[in-house]
């Protein structure tokens, strides 16, 4: 089945979206 | 009205719910008792308003662990999903815990809730670190200690994700082995 995986620079972009 | 985005209204979910532990070494308790379940998550948005709230691990006492596994797996050698597993482990020197422990933490973590693993992430149970005085020490857990390459590719993306220098090795030891060892460390299956 299809998997969902972030990226490490996606992931940091979230670190500070309210 | 505004339309806003479906990205800037729903929380990212992640692939697997994961949990965050945290041992506290208190020997007047059960080994068990010092183990306590912080909280567990399943987008990115709860990971990050966890990872920015809780301690870093640079900063806990000695004797102190933090462990990120998937939900439903406990983060001891006992648990079956684990019995068969082994661990890459990262020894830390002392000075690393100021430069290096957070950064390699982090980045870990990254990679499990990000399942940067591929088509190995479902090898890849939790991560352990230990911050001890005699030098802090990062883990990463997977389920089969008998799976070369699920065990090689994930050793490698992990040295490649924390930035370890190829020069510099680091060993899988089978949790059995770690169970049985004579001597003060298990012997390495693997090295990459």
Redo the contacts between chains.
Sequence with gaps: GSKIFYERSFLLQCRNSP | STLLSPD?LIK????NKWALWFFKNDRTKEWTANLKLVTSFDT??D??ALY?HVQKASKLPSGCDYSLFKDGIQPMWEDGQNKDGGRWLINLNKQQRHSDLDNFWL?TL??L????F?EY?DDVNGAVVNVRNKGDKLSLWTRDATRPDAIMKIGKKLKD?LKIPIKIAIGFQAHTDTMTKTGSTARDRFRV
């Design positions: 800037a990212h979910p992640l692939q990115v948005e990971f990050w920015n980045e990254l990679c809730i990000g399942e940067s591929e992430s994700s």
